[in-house]
């Protein structure tokens, strides 16, 4: 018995006697074949119904990670800002109208990040100009990173841009959480040819993330990110933290082959 495809599809075994009977034979064989078609047919149904459900299900998670290491750590320091505020307008009111008027810009980055994440696009300024031009953008009035050095920096794929740019971002959000207070940031990101490769280390107490190698409790959302992320590119992200001294969060990934966008 063959599909409509004419691939073998089964084998009818019958008994001797049904040859002398040939329009009976056809009748069970087409039946056969229709309910081994039907059946067929819904099982590449449910399939695809689960590779989309999958594809939906991947599309969630990864604006999910985008917005909470992209647009996420902008509305935080927007919620700083506005705190500041607060305590400033008694005291000082001109620096209060100065800190007001940066409200305005950083409210409009926060918005556009958030529409470029709804439509897939990621950072626009990651896509035009790189890594080094976003993260000095992301960066630029964060309180306590006090030093990002980008350079030597190209262009690189748009998996390998996107995974360094929001790791390095998770990397000093985490430090702000973890640091202690008064602690500094400093980035760097160099290229010697074979690995593309970033440290972002913090001057705080050395006190692990939860989920981090010698940390305590479970994997946070933003560790787990950022291995996902490194991973997903061929990298690897690690987490060491010095006692006393701060906390270095680094990573690399291999630049193989052309690297174009």
């Known amino acids: 018995m063959h599909d409509l495809d004419g691939e073998p599809l089964a084998c009818v075994v019958h008994d001797e006697v049904l040859l002398d009977q040939p329009a009976l034979l056809t009748a069970v064989t ?11 047919v819904a099982a ?24 909470h290491d992209g647009a996420q750590q902008r509305l935080i320091a927007l919620r700083m800002k506005v705190a500041v505020l607060g305590r400033l307008l008694p005291q000082d009111a001109r620096r209060a109208s100065q800190l007001a008027e940066e409200l305005g810009p950083d409210v409009e980055a926060a918005l556009a990040e958030i529409r470029d994440v709804a439509h897939g696009e990621g950072p626009r300024l990651l896509h ?3 890594l080094a031009a976003a993260l000095a953008d992301a960066f630029r ?3 306590g990173v006090t030093s990002l050095r980008t350079d030597g920096l190209g262009r690189y794929r ?36 074979r690995r593309l490769s970033f440290s972002v280390r913090d001057d705080g107490h050395g006190r692990l993330p939860a ?9 946070g959302a933003g560790l787990a990110h950022m291995r996902a992320r490194m991973a997903g590119c ?28």
């Open 158 to 193: 748009a998996a390998v841009e996107s995974a360094v740019y929001f790791t390095c971002r998770e990397a000093v959000q985490n430090a702000a959480k973890y640091a202690g207070p008064g602690s500094t940031v400093g980035i760097e990101l160099t290229d010697d040819g």
């Open 234 to 261: 061929g990298g690897e992200v690690t987490i060491t933290g010095l006692p006393g001294r701060g906390t270095d969060v680094h990573g690399s990934v291999p630049l193989d082959g052309p690297q174009g966008i």
């Open 141 to 143: 009035q964060v309180p």
């Open 128 to 130: 035009d100009e790189g």
């Open 211 to 219: 989920g981090a190698a010698g940390g305590e409790g479970r994997t």
């Open 30 to 40: 087409q039946s056969v074949r229709m309910a081994l078609e039907t059946n067929r």
């Open 44 to 67: 590449e149904l449910a399939l695809s119904g689960a590779r989309i459900a999958d594809a939906h299900s991947s599309a969630r998670r990864a604006i999910e990670r985008d917005l």
